[in-house]
């Protein structure tokens, strides 16, 4: 999506916040980065489960994850970001890389396969969408991770956010995305129904989903204050480097619609 973003295919998106500012706060950043976090979307963090190959039995526990092949979907996504998260907690940031690579993959379903055949040993997915696949077998969990910041967070380019025009539209979206959470709040057996036939979820697991996720009550504008702590953590774990990159009042347009 920061690859569209920039090119210019398209003018918002939704996406993990770690992700965003990862993409701005990278010592080869160009330009302006191509975009601003302009909204909240989800207030509730995200648990990132842990997982391994079913018969990887030289892997038990998170524990014994330090110097191993971490499995990514890409660079600067979540699942990269939240490996440096995972290591930080667990005191591996100190001493050198904490993994022997960090394996680019693509998709999810390579990743389910890559830990099965060797390719990496383990990898980073959101637990509901993940859990299919402990309760079939493909896969076998070591253990969940939350972000320590609000999951989802809305961007738009900045060429979108240069003109009076563009801002307009922004605004559109909030109102729009306002007044789709309340109808969502309102109608959760019609969310469940739809969660569970056109998506890769249980209607049981769909319903515990809706007990851990708290959509933002107004998504237009953010808190300041989890941009600054976000890019503390990707710091400390090693995934920015501070004083590169744009800084963190530079990430973001509060009431872009204003």
Request: some cysteine; glycine content about 12%; overall charge negative.
């Amino acid at each position: 999506m920061i690859i569209s973003l920039r090119a210019g295919e398209i003018d918002i998106a939704i996406g993990l916040t770690e992700a965003w500012i990862a993409g701005l706060g990278k010592p080869d950043v160009e330009g302006d980065g191509g975009y601003r976090i302009v909204g909240n979307f989800v207030e509730t963090p995200l648990c990132w489960a842990v997982s391994t190959g079913t018969k990887r039995t030289d892997i038990s526990s998170l524990d014994s994850l330090k110097g191993t092949k971490l499995g990514i979907s890409r660079i600067g996504s979540g699942s990269h970001v939240m490996g440096y998260v995972l290591a930080d907690q667990k005191g591996w940031s100190s001493a050198g890389s904490p993994y022997s690579d960090s394996v680019v993959l693509q998709t999810f379903a390579n990743l389910r396969a890559a830990v099965n055949d060797g390719t990496a040993d383990f990898f980073m997915w959101e637990h509901f969408t993940s859990k299919r696949y402990y309760d079939n077998g493909e896969i076998r969990k070591l253990g969940d991770i939350y972000t320590p910041w609000p999951s989802w967070h809305i961007v738009a380019t900045t060429k979108v956010l240069s003109s009076d025009t563009g801002k307009a539209k922004v605004r559109e979206l909030f109102e729009k995305l306002d007044q789709g959470i309340e109808y969502f709040r309102g109608h959760h057996d019609e969310a469940v129904q739809y969660i569970s036939t056109e998506l890769d979820y249980s209607e049981e697991d769909a319903r515990e989903w809706l007990k851990t996720v708290k959509f933002s009550d107004k998504t237009e504008g953010l808190n300041p204050d989890v941009v600054s702590s976000c890019m503390r953590v990707l710091w400390k774990a090693g995934v920015l480097t501070e004083g590169k990159g744009l800084g963190g009042e530079a990430m973001y347009v509060n009431g872009p619609g204003a």
